[in-house]
């Protein structure tokens, strides 16, 4: 498969245990933060948004945290499966276009 | 609904030639965005297209360009090739109601240069 990043931290979990994947970000003028989720010889994924008005946001399976006090996102992903094994980047939108800006990504291997 | 579609699938040019590469974004989807990707440098932003603007540009040469057609595809080229533009393209839209709202990708161009 094509390699989206060779020295990515990786996150090893077993399977049907959570799973916590961090990310920091850097402006603290950014408003907007997506959870992509990025599998071999695939584009990016949409799992999950939230705005910086909010601390939590909930969908199926995920949930996404944000911290502004320390600028830190966390996305956690409930009873993790083998289709979850990918690669995880959050993004922030530092203006009012669609601008992304992405975290260098990690790697989740599920272990059955 | 189709999702992002994006050809070709895989590409391989000579150091100095040019190519053009397509994205049709989601149905009624108006804004479309371009981001390289590589192993060493991550998710790049390229540009962002709006109702056939550009409304946003990144920090890349001017070899790099690109247009949006009244129909919300969008084309970008990449100009007299080097080695280092080989990467994974990415094309990504969205339906820009407001500002803010989440990007759907296509699975990618594949650029190889030799």
């Known amino acids: 498969g094509e390699s989206v990043g060779l020295h990515l931290p990786t996150l090893s979990v077993q399977e049907g245990d959570n799973s916590i994947i961090n990310c920091a970000y850097s402006n603290s003028a950014s408003d907007y933060f997506i959870w992509y989720k990025q599998e071999s010889g695939k584009g990016p994924q949409f799992i999950i948004d939230?705005?910086?008005?909010?601390d939590k946001r909930q969908g199926q399976r995920v949930t996404v945290l944000l911290n502004k006090t320390v600028k830190h996102l966390s996305l956690q992903i409930a009873a993790t499966q083998p289709g979850d094994s990918a690669v995880y980047f959050c993004?922030?939108?530092?203006?009012?276009?669609?601008?992304?800006?992405f975290g260098g990504g990690t790697r989740l291997m599920v272990k059955p | 609904k189709a999702g992002v579609t994006q050809t070709p699938r895989y590409l391989i040019k000579t150091r100095g030639q040019q190519v053009t590469l397509s994205c049709s974004p989601i149905s009624g989807h108006r804004s479309v965005s371009w981001y390289q990707q590589t192993p060493g440098q991550g998710l790049q932003f390229l540009f962002e297209y709006f109702s056939e603007t550009q409304r946003n540009k990144g920090n890349f040469p001017g070899r790099f360009s690109g247009r949006q057609f009244s129909n919300s595809r969008s084309e970008m080229n990449v100009s007299t090739l080097e080695l280092g533009d080989s990467a994974l393209y990415l094309c990504?839209?969205?339906?820009?109601?407001?500002?803010?709202?989440?990007?759907?990708f296509g699975n990618g161009t594949r650029l190889t240069v030799t």
């Open positions: 990504a839209s969205s339906t820009d109601r407001t500002y803010n709202s989440p990007l759907h």
């Open positions: 939230i705005r910086s008005n909010m």
């Open positions: 993004a922030e939108n530092r203006n009012a276009g669609n601008m992304l800006t």
